[in-house]
């Protein structure tokens, strides 16, 4: 399914264990020039980044503009999702809540996870139960491999040049939606107190190896410096934890 698809989509969030997971999901990406998702557990669209599954400047992330990506996909594969359902789906939060589909008809939801080996009812970290048309159960990171090699043996030349050029559509959807982010951040930057976007700005000009980062909100994670690709051996430690500090990809994941 994957390699038939015509607008792939991997959303990613407990998938990359080690630094290997981050390098086979690389891998698969760069293969299939598909679409990824680094999200935040039980977060709905626009998805907040997560965890460093992907790096953030790669071309084909899109975690900035996840709900278009996800309305764009006819193939959506979920590694290690914690809350699958909300990943494609919008609320309306009210006394009575109720919920929309951000996904277009047809389209083919795929998931990885160990989480489906181990649902037990006094833990209660699974979330709705999604209707997907294929479930895998088990470890993400250690299927990603496999993965990638038979994606290897079912691409032909003719799939190899619709890869090429939806993988240049999506670097510059990636490029605009970092674009209008840093327009963001620029809003309130002479404000008084300093504005966080401003302080994780300098915190990486001082630091322009990568460094700890006081940041929180997601507008400010979202900031983004110009030049080269994010750096793929740092990690992001947010939220709960370790609180409003962050060990961030430049500027922020």
Known sequence: MLVAATNPLIIADRAARTPAGMA???ELADLLQAAVVSSQPNT???IAAGRMNFPNRHPLNQTLRSAAAIGDADVILGLEIGNFFGAVNAYRDQVERSSRPLTKTGVKLITITAGDLSIKGNYQDFQRY???DLAVAGDAEAT????VEA???LITDDRRRVFR?????LADASQAARDRARVDATYGWDAI???SARVAGRSLDSDPAGGLVAVHEDR???LSRPGGPGRADLRTAHRAGAASVCRVCPVCA
């Open 24 to 26: 086979h999901l690389i």
């Open 44 to 46: 709905a669209p626009p």
């Open 130 to 132: 999604p209707e997907v």
């Open 144 to 147: 990603l491999p496999s993965l």
């Open 151 to 153: 994606a290897k043996r």
């Open 165 to 169: 050029d939806r993988g240049a559509k």
């Open 193 to 195: 107190p300093i504005s």
């Open 220 to 222: 400010v994670r979202r």
